[in-house]
């Protein structure tokens, strides 16, 4: 069966190529009005002697007909027995739309009524006439097509495939393959993903699925009609993100290979937006048997938010990212503790002491758990005695609080050792003694034996910090000059305070006592914030001030000093520039040789850092083991 374009024979209102023919006439060609004269020939133009025609959509058929002077009476065309179109000019038109007639094998025929130009007075008279007719055998096919369905859909070798029956009627068109991202009743976006005009392909492989909830279904089109075929549902599980194990601030992740790793284009882990500007990539690969990745110096201090990522190897142009499989980790950089404003770790057990704002809890360092606690909703300095390991408070009277029962305290007021206030920088000595202002001298204190032992009448010993043992004391002296500080050593007897040097000349931002040692002084020389005019590095010395020389210095990041931990031997300088969350790092060092231990990476919702025994401690919550 030859399947011809009809538009090429007479149709889209275009004159067609006509062909000529000649009939000789018979009786049966004649309407019986008269008898016409049978010896005369013929002529009408017509289309070409194609013998069969295929009608699946509507179509403009156009006529032309060369009569040779014969009057035309009557041009009717017919489909089987029903009339389609009349006219009684040479030249017309009509429109044909199969779909009103049926499907199959049908009969055109087109019959013309003409004079007979026989001269006969009933030919004059317009009585007599000839017939002429054509027909044409015609395949209908131009209602709606019928549905295609899927008869499968699974997993070939790495990709999906689907499978549909093949459509057998004459008005097909093409297939399209439609792909909703979600169930069949949710009100997801839904994408043509595969089109094809040959009927024998009734399979497609999706590049674009590689995992999660889909709905597939397959539309025909025939007769610029279509039918829409029943929708399937599919889940197949996506990769899940998991944790293989966790060590300090660096973590082994896995997940499951991807079922249809050939369609996979590459995984990635990421940090969201959230966390970082813009999103940062922690693992990227495209190889699909990656499914394991440590990834090392993860943002430690709060609750981290991982993505794993597949992307497949098809894009299908979606409004957001719903082609992309995720799966999202919540974890943390740390172990969970209590939260906290302040906190101060004691250097003669394995504890430490947090305040939140309302409480003050002693907590065990290796289980985190409380000991004991006490209510105190304000204070501005905190201490822990090396004499006998009490911790006190200032607030401004001073509070001591029994290390194993924080319930049990006494409170002192500046009036009982005889001096008229405390210094901000009180301490307490390893031989129980106190120091603070008397009038506009200092005045030293023995706890043990109730005693003010001297009031030191020389000038500018006010607001001193006295050493752990109690024998020397500094006092920081402004040069008045670029930030320019001296730091005067006293040397400290039962008689008075003996100026016995100073420090090198310094932009000292910290001076500290270092706990647990004699007599040493830890000094950052630099800016805690970067500075206007620029520093890349700060320098922490210790000075000895019984000896009165600098022991060690060493380079440091510009930050934060956060504090000295003397069990371990190290001091923490914590970078907190505001301009740059991706800085935020903290350095520990081990002051006694100068050399960097760890950088630890920081997340930005941070207030507050600490170290303490190998631990960093978030004020979020969170406290790290950089020891292993």
Same mark, same amino acid.
């Given at each position: 069966m030859k399947q011809i374009i009809f538009q090429l024979i007479f149709i889209a209102s275009l004159l067609s190529i006509f062909y000529s023919c000649e009939f000789e006439p018979?009786?049966? *060609?004649?309407?019986?009005?008269?008898?016409?004269?049978t010896t005369r020939q013929i002529s009408v133009d017509l289309s070409p002697f194609e013998r069969q025609y295929i009608f699946t959509k509507f179509a403009n058929v156009t006529y032309d007909l060369n009569t040779f002077g014969l009057k035309i009476y009557n041009v009717e065309f017919f489909v089987g027995d029903q009339s389609i179109h009349q006219g009684t000019e040479a030249i017309g038109f009509f429109g044909f739309n199969p779909g009103l007639y049926g499907r199959g094998m049908k009969v055109l025929t087109m019959q013309i009524t003409t004079s007979s130009s026989t001269g006969s007075l009933a030919d004059r008279l317009g009585m007599e006439a000839l017939v002429f007719q054509q027909n044409w055998n015609i395949i209908l096919d131009g209602e709606a097509p019928n549905p295609v369905e899927i008869k499968k859909i699974y997993n070939d070798k790495g990709v999906l495939k689907l499978e549909w029956e093949e459509y057998t009627r004459i008005n097909f068109e093409r297939y399209i393959v439609y792909?909703?991202?979600?169930?069949?009743?949710?009100?997801?976006?839904?994408?043509q993903i595969a089109e094809f005009t040959d009927r024998k392909q009734t399979t497609f492989s999706d590049f674009s699925y590689i995992g999660g909830n889909s709905t597939y279904w397959v539309v025909v089109e025939g007769s610029e009609q279509s039918s829409i075929g029943t929708k399937k549902e599919i889940n197949y599980p996506e990769p899940r993100l998991d944790t293989l194990w966790m060590r300090s601030d660096s973590a082994s992740f896995i997940w499951r290979k991807n079922q249809f790793y050939n369609a996979v284009k590459k995984m990635e882990i990421s940090i969201p937006e959230s966390y970082s500007k813009p999103p940062a990539v922690l693992f990227s690969s495209t190889n699909v048997n990656d499914t394991t990745v440590t990834i090392n110096h993860l943002r430690f201090g709060n609750t981290l938010k991982l993505t794993l990522s597949a992307f497949a190897k098809a894009q299908v142009n979606l409004f957001d990212d719903k082609q992309i499989q995720k799966s999202e980790l919540i974890l943390n950089i740390g172990e969970k503790c209590p939260k906290w404003n302040k906190l101060l770790g004691s250097f003669t057990e394995n504890s430490l002491y947090l305040w939140n704002g309302e409480r003050i809890s002693k907590i065990d360092m290796d289980t985190q758990k409380e000991l004991s606690s006490v209510n105190n909703k304000y204070f501005y300095d905190w201490f822990i005695s090396p004499y006998d390991g009490a911790l006190y408070t200032h607030n401004p009277n001073l509070t001591r609080y029994n290390k194993n029962n924080l319930a049990d305290q006494q409170t002192y007021s500046s009036y009982d050792f005889g001096f008229h206030t405390f210094w901000t920088t009180t301490s307490i000595s390893s031989d129980n003694r106190i120091a603070g202002p008397v009038g506009f001298y200092a005045g030293y204190y023995d706890l043990t034996e109730n005693r003010l032992i001297f009031t030191e009448n020389e000038n500018n010993i006010d607001w001193c910090q006295f050493s752990p043992d109690g024998k020397?004391?500094?006092?920081? *002296?402004?040069?008045?000059?670029?930030?320019? =500080? =001296?730091?005067?050593?006293?040397? =400290? %007897?039962? %008689?008075?305070?003996?100026?016995?040097?100073?420090?090198?000349?310094?932009?000292?931002?910290k001076t500290i006592w270092i706990p647990g040692?004699?007599?040493?002084?830890?000094?950052?020389?630099?800016?805690?914030?970067?500075?206007?005019?620029?520093?890349?590095?700060?320098? =922490?010395t210790l000075f000895n001030a019984q000896t009165l020389t600098s022991e060690l210095s060493f380079k440091v990041e510009v930050g934060h000093l956060t504090n000295v931990d003397s069990y371990t031997r190290q001091v923490a300088v914590w970078d907190e520039n505001p301009r740059s969350d991706e800085k935020r790092k903290l350095y520990v060092y081990n002051f006694e040789t100068g050399k960097l231990v760890t950088e630890i990476n920081l997340t930005p919702s941070i207030e507050h850092l600490s170290i303490f025994r190998s631990k960093v401690f978030s004020s979020n919550g969170y406290y790290l083991d950089y020891s292993n």
């Open positions: 018979s009786s049966e *060609n004649f309407i019986d009005l008269a008898r016409p004269d792909r909703k991202f979600g169930k069949i009743g949710d009100q997801a976006e839904t994408h020397y004391a500094f006092k920081a *002296n402004n040069q008045g000059y670029a930030g320019k =500080v =001296v730091l005067l050593i006293y040397e =400290v %007897t039962d %008689t008075g305070m003996r100026k016995i040097g100073q420090t090198p000349e310094g932009n000292y931002s040692y004699e007599h040493t002084i830890m000094l950052l020389n630099g800016y805690e914030d970067e500075h206007p005019w620029g520093t890349e590095e700060n320098t =922490v």
